[in-house]
C-alpha cells in the first residue's frame, strides 16, 4: 500500500513570495492533516480536513496561508507572501475517519526555506 | 500551559544499554492517546507506539516500551538495547479525544547513541 505522497520535497524561495505544496493521502483516508514544524520544535498543526471539508483551522496565519482538498482526496497548502518565519518542514499526515482514525500516517515533508 | 512536556533536550546512552526518555502530559479529557514518534535526520515521522487512556497494561513494540502513569500523568518511552541507528529526534505526542483529532506535540528530545 502506497504511503502519504508530498512534493515537492525541498523548495527555496525569497520572502514576499508564493509557493505551493501537494499532498496526496493513503487511499480511503477521510482525514488529512498539515502540520508545521520549526527547527528545533515538534509539529503544530496548521489544518485538518475532513473529506473536502475543514474541520479545524484555528491555528492556520489566513492572511497568508490558504489549504484546499477540493474532490476529498489530494490537498494544497499555499503561503503567499511568505516571510522569514515560515521557514519549515510542512507535514502531511492522513488516517481514517472517526474512531478508526487513532493512527495518523505521515508523509516525507516539504523543506521550505524562505530567503 | 503546555499539553506536552518533554524535559530532555539531549540524552546520549551507550549502545546496547537501555534508556528511558520522559513525556508528560496535562488534559482533562477521560479518553485520550499517547504517542511516541521517532525522526531521522532524513525527516519522516515513524510511529513507534501508543498508549490509549483506558489501556490498562504499558503498551510494547519490539523494544520498545512505554511506561504509562496515569495518575502522573506522565508516558515515558523506554528503548532496551540501543543501537546506532537508534540515533534521532524523539517526539511525544497525544490525541484529546477518541479517533481522529490532530496530534499535539512536545518538543522532542535529541537522542544520541554512541558505541
Known amino acids: 500500500e502506497a504511503g502519504v505522497a508530498q512534493s515537492p520535497r525541498y523548495k527555496i524561495i525569497e520572502k514576499r513570495q508564493s509557493v505551493a505544496f501537494w499532498c496526496n493521502p493513503i487511499s480511503g483516508h477521510a482525514t488529512l492533516y498539515w502540520y508545521q514544524q520549526i527547527l528545533g520544535q515538534g509539529p503544530k498543526l496548521l489544518i485538518q480536513?475532513?473529506?473536502?471539508?475543514?474541520?479545524?483551522d484555528s491555528q492556520l496565519p489566513k492572511d497568508r496561508f490558504s489549504a484546499e482538498r477540493l474532490k476529498g482526496v489530494d490537498s494544497t497548502l499555499k503561503i503567499q507572501p511568505a516571510k522569514l518565519e515560515d521557514s519549515a518542514v510542512y507535514l502531511c499526515?492522513?488516517?481514517?475517519?472517526?474512531?478508526?482514525?487513532?493512527?495518523?500516517?505521515f508523509g516525507p515533508g516539504t523543506r521550505l526555506t524562505v530567503l | 500551559a503546555q499539553k506536552i512536556t518533554q524535559t530532555q533536550p539531549g540524552m546520549f546512552v551507550q549502545e546496547k544499554e537501555a534508556v528511558t526518555l520522559d513525556c508528560t502530559y496535562d488534559?482533562?479529557?477521560?479518553?485520550?492517546?499517547l504517542f511516541w514518534y521517532k525522526q531521522p535526520s532524513s525527516g519522516e515521522m515513524i510511529f513507534l507506539i501508543y498508549?490509549?487512556?483506558?489501556?490498562?497494561q504499558n503498551a510494547t513494540e519490539g523494544r520498545y516500551s512505554l511506561n504509562f502513569q496515569k495518575a502522573r500523568k506522565s508516558a515515558n518511552l523506554v528503548i532496551s538495547a540501543s543501537q546506532l541507528g537508534d540515533s534521532a529526534m524523539y517526539f511525544c505526542?497525544?490525541?484529546?479525544?477518541?479517533?481522529?483529532?490532530?496530534?499535539?506535540f512536545g518538543k522532542g528530545t535529541r537522542l544520541s547513541v554512541i558505541a
Open positions: 488534559t482533562s479529557d477521560q479518553s485520550y492517546g
Open positions: 499526515a492522513s488516517s481514517l475517519a472517526g474512531l478508526a482514525g487513532w493512527e495518523q500516517f
Open positions: 480536513f475532513q473529506n473536502n471539508g475543514v474541520v479545524d
Open positions: 505526542a497525544m490525541r484529546e479525544g477518541p479517533g481522529n483529532t490532530p496530534l499535539v
Open positions: 498508549q490509549g487512556s483506558y489501556d490498562e
